[in-house]
């Protein structure tokens, strides 16, 4: 019985590996641009890690519970609830991409145009009517693409919207 019970946990344990593998970059920028930690010099953004691993931490303790639900998407949902809980009491500028916006801004900007999640999904998981995290999405793209040159508001558009 031992036996087997090790073997489920080594075989959880190599499924969770392989999707941090695979997952961890993206999720990572996902948590630099939410918290707006500058991603330079590599390793400065300090809170964005604490967060990802939160995040992880939580995925892997529900990981037999997921039953073909996507880990991406319980990853993304665990990293934006913890964002909010802890930005909400302690916003103070960081000197990141996204530092112009407040939290909440910041949050939908983030899952709207560089996750792609729909507004209606965006709404649901921040518990917002639709109407609001639209006019969030609209007010954080005009703020980005207010105070910076017409390059730099290309630039960073674009770079919200592409992988790393």
Do not use: I, K
Request: proline share 6%; glycine share 8%.
């Amino acid at each position: 019985m031992r036996e087997r019970q090790a073997g489920l946990q080594r075989r959880r344990a190599q499924e969770f590996e392989a999707f941090v593998a695979g997952a961890a970059g993206r999720l990572l920028h996902t948590a630099t641009l939410l918290t707006a930690e500058p991603s330079q010099p590599p390793g400065g953004n300090h809170r964005a890690l604490r967060l990802l691993t939160a995040a992880l931490a939580r995925t892997y303790a529900g990981w037999d519970r997921l039953h073909g639900e996507d880990p991406y998407d319980r990853t993304r949902q665990e990293l934006a609830a913890r964002f909010a809980r802890q930005t909400w009491r302690h916003h103070r500028p960081r000197g990141g991409l996204l530092d112009p916006l407040t939290p909440q801004e910041r949050l939908v900007l983030v899952l709207r145009l560089y996750e792609g999640v729909a507004e209606e999904q965006t709404a649901a998981l921040l518990g917002l009517p639709v109407d609001r995290v639209r006019a969030l999405c609209n007010r954080s793209v005009a703020t980005m693409t207010g105070n910076r040159r017409p390059t730099a508001r290309r630039r960073t558009l674009r770079l919200l919207r592409t992988a790393p």
